[in-house]
């Protein structure tokens, strides 16, 4: 499967922004899409993931009630809108697929989109 990420930025602490993320390949019915994050200088970390019906959004506490995840099955995308920015938000994101909507090591990852938050 090849993960398309987009609409990282720079963005100001207390703003907002919607990363996209189209999977292409292979159907992804039955599965988890969801996003990762790595800051500068640490490891990669849970943020979101989705079933592909929609169902059973899990988020990290960090972004839990500020992170929105989504996901439109017609055209394989999963969106991860992002408000109420902080600077600890910083950290490149990476769109992911899982058998399951865990917190889990993902199966496949894509490409990194750099999202930057300003204090």
């Known amino acids: 499967v090849q993960l398309q990420a987009s609409g990282g930025g720079l963005a100001q602490a207390g703003g907002s922004l919607r990363l996209s993320c189209e999977a292409s390949?292979?159907?992804?019915?039955?599965?988890?899409m969801g996003w990762f994050r790595q800051a500068p200088g640490m490891g990669r970390e849970f943020v979101a993931t989705?079933?592909?019906?929609?169902?059973?959004?899990v988020y990290a506490a960090s972004v839990k009630g500020r992170f929105t995840i989504s996901i439109d099955n017609a055209k394989n995308t999963v969106y991860l809108e992002m408000r109420s920015l902080k600077p600890e938000d910083t950290a490149v994101y990476y769109c992911?697929?899982?058998?399951?909507?865990?917190?889990?090591?993902?199966?496949?990852w894509g490409q990194g989109t750099q999202v930057t938050v300003s204090s």
């Open positions: 992911i697929v899982q058998r399951e909507a865990t917190t889990g090591w993902p199966e496949e």
């Open positions: 989705i079933l592909s019906s929609g169902n059973r959004p």
């Open positions: 390949g292979r159907s992804l019915n039955y599965y988890a």
